[in-house]
């Protein structure tokens, strides 16, 4: 097995590998080569997203940013539009369970292409002390409704400091919350021949009737997040989260935030590209550290 040698001269550089949970969910790794890593994070796409592209750059990015150096970043890919919400909060559960806080070994390997080497990124057993948990759109909402289930089991069964989701940072971009536009870009594909496509795939999506305004699940998820977070002032740091809203978004409604939240941010950008940094766009990179944007 061939180790990778200390890049000492890269600021933070990370390699690619994938990992299949035991719960179906599939996820592309950018894991760093420092061995003091000490943070996960957790990227979750949104309806008909795509595990990369909807994050494109921020894994070439994370290279060029010292800030990354001890994070490894997990890229999720899931049936957006085929399943209930509560079906991929629960995967995702499960598969935050296998990777934290010690993630296994076989995520840092990966086979070399036409060699039958094996190229093990890490040499030494990764133990994580942090976890983020990245949403974009609908992966804002399964985010949510993850953190309140678990929260909900472990204050019951006085859990909550072993509980790695209850301890999580929340970062939600343009998070589906309050709900969907249909001004937005289902009303553009209504208009156009490509709905004759996208039509059948949006009426018949349990996710996407779920994402509705006004919708009894998104009210619920709102008001037991609420009510939870006030019954239990401090205890569960997950019940928080922060916010970022793309400052021109025609699909999601913005500009609101649940009552245990902070103050949201508000960023340049649409609904598709607020979480998309660039050489010249850092405010996503900036938002997922939890430092100024704006």
Same mark, same amino acid.
């Given at each position: 097995?061939?180790?990778?040698?200390?890049?000492?001269?890269?600021? /933070?550089?990370?390699?690619?590998?994938?990992?299949?949970?035991?719960?179906?969910?599939?996820?592309?790794?950018?894991?760093?080569? %420092?061995?003091?890593?000490?943070?996960? !994070?957790?990227?979750?796409?949104?309806?008909?997203?795509?595990?990369?592209?909807?994050?494109?750059?921020?894994?070439?990015?994370?290279?060029?940013?010292?800030?990354?150096?001890?994070?490894?970043?997990?890229?999720?890919?899931?049936?957006?539009? =085929?399943?209930?919400? /509560?079906?991929?909060?629960?995967?995702?559960?499960?598969?935050? =369970?296998?990777?934290?806080?010690?993630?296994?070994?076989?995520?840092?390997? =990966?086979?070399?292409?036409?060699?039958?080497?094996?190229?093990?990124?890490?040499?030494?057993?990764?133990?994580?002390?942090?976890?983020?948990?990245?949403?974009?759109?609908?992966?804002?909402?399964?985010?949510?409704?993850?953190?309140?289930?678990?929260?909900?089991?472990?204050?019951?069964?006085?859990?909550?400091?072993?509980?790695?989701?209850?301890?999580? %940072?929340?970062?939600?971009?343009?998070?589906?919350?309050?709900?969907?536009?249909?001004?937005?870009?289902?009303?553009?594909?209504?208009?156009?021949? /490509?709905?004759?496509?996208?039509?059948?795939?949006?009426?018949?999506?349990?996710?996407?009737?779920?994402?509705?305004?006004?919708?009894?699940?998104?009210?619920?998820?709102?008001?037991?997040? !609420?009510?939870?977070?006030?019954?239990?002032?401090?205890?569960?740091? /997950?019940?928080?989260?922060?916010?970022?809203?793309?400052?021109?978004?025609?699909?999601?409604?913005?500009?609101?935030?649940?009552?245990?939240?902070?103050?949201?941010?508000?960023?340049?950008?649409?609904?598709? %590209?607020?979480?998309?940094? %660039?050489?010249?766009?850092?405010?996503?990179?900036?938002?997922?550290?939890?430092?100024?944007?704006?």
């Amino acid at each position: 097995m061939v180790v990778f040698p200390p890049l000492a001269h890269i600021v /933070a550089k990370h390699e690619g590998s994938s990992y299949s949970s035991s719960s179906g969910l599939s996820c592309r790794v950018y894991a760093s080569l %420092n061995p003091l890593v000490d943070t996960a !994070a957790v990227f979750v796409h949104g309806f008909n997203g795509d595990q990369e592209r909807t994050w494109r750059n921020f894994q070439t990015m994370i290279d060029e940013d010292a800030r990354f150096t001890s994070w490894d970043a997990y890229f999720v890919g899931y049936p957006s539009t =085929r399943e209930q919400i /509560a079906a991929t909060a629960y995967k995702l559960t499960k598969l935050i =369970r296998e990777i934290f806080p010690q993630p296994p070994s076989k995520i840092f390997e =990966r086979r070399v292409d036409h060699a039958s080497v094996e190229v093990q990124i890490r040499k030494d057993a990764t133990q994580y002390r942090h976890l983020v948990l990245i949403g974009h759109s609908q992966g804002g909402v399964v985010i949510r409704k993850a953190i309140l289930e678990e929260a909900r089991d472990a204050l019951s069964d006085g859990t909550v400091q072993d509980s790695p989701l209850c301890r999580a %940072n929340l970062a939600l971009f343009a998070p589906a919350l309050f709900g969907m536009f249909l001004s937005g870009w289902k009303g553009f594909m209504s208009a156009t021949s /490509a709905w004759k496509l996208i039509g059948p795939v949006l009426t018949g999506s349990p996710s996407f009737k779920e994402l509705q305004r006004g919708s009894q699940f998104l009210a619920r998820l709102e008001s037991e997040t !609420a009510a939870l977070a006030s019954g239990n002032p401090d205890k569960v740091a /997950a019940l928080s989260a922060r916010i970022a809203w793309a400052a021109n978004d025609e699909v999601v409604q913005g500009g609101f935030r649940y009552s245990c939240d902070p103050a949201y941010k508000v960023i340049n950008g649409s609904h598709s %590209n607020v979480c998309k940094p %660039n050489t010249n766009f850092r405010e996503p990179l900036n938002f997922v550290l939890g430092e100024e944007v704006g």
